[in-house]
């Protein structure tokens, strides 16, 4: 979901700059902003008693961050953190909540968004609760092209790092690299330039 950069700037917005690996929010924190990036990748996550870890997303240009825990008055239950230099755009609540009532259709879009990322939300859950290394990687790439318009074989270049899809589907680094070569053999998918084409 996107709001339009100079109606988040006219209620109140303003532009924070992020270097790889700043927190732009931390788990537990209350959720008093609305964030929405404007350039470079930001990934949500947790990390488990032993360190490890989980991915829950990763969103780029024009994402909205922790939107639903506005509206729940909750703390965030996931950090986000810049995986590479961001600009966020950062919205008090408040604000964002007015922005809501002027702007009626805006509502529209934040529940549909919310409405497709809960969707989302659950097939990946479904594809990693699955003991199959190569099903859990082929649902996280197939639901990352289904945003893309040519769907033929090979076409979309995995903008993930082998460790990021290791992260997402709760598999170790080793598995998830063997997975890709087997893939690969199968056809499943094309290594080209250590780049992942599915």
């Not at 919310?114 to 479904?126: E, T």
């Not at 318009?149 to 598995?175: D, H, I």
Request: with cysteine; hydrophobic share 40%; net charge positive.
């Amino acid at each position: 979901m996107s709001i339009k950069e100079d109606l988040l700037h006219s209620a109140g917005a303003t532009e924070e700059n992020y270097k790889t690996g700043d927190y732009i929010f931390h788990e537990s924190t209350s959720a008093l902003f609305y964030y929405q990036v404007v350039t470079g990748e930001v990934k949500l996550n947790n990390y488990n008693t032993d360190g490890k870890e989980f991915i829950q997303n990763i969103h780029s240009a024009e994402a909205a961050l922790g939107v639903s825990m506005l509206f729940l008055e909750k703390s965030y239950p996931m950090n986000a953190v810049a995986i590479n230099n961001c600009t966020i755009l950062k919205l008090r609540r408040t604000d964002f909540f007015k922005l809501l009532e002027l702007h009626p259709k805006l509502y529209n879009d934040v529940c549909k968004s919310l409405s497709d990322r809960l969707y989302k939300k659950y097939v990946v859950m479904k594809a990693i609760s699955c003991h199959n290394a190569a099903e859990r990687l082929k649902e996280v790439m197939r639901l990352m092209k289904l945003e893309q318009p040519n769907q033929l074989p090979y076409t979309f270049e995995v903008p993930l790092t082998r460790q990021q899809l290791a992260s997402l589907t709760g598999l170790c680094l080793e598995t998830t690299i063997r997975t890709i070569k087997k893939m690969e053999k199968e056809n499943v998918l094309r290594i080209h330039n250590r780049k992942i084409l599915f």
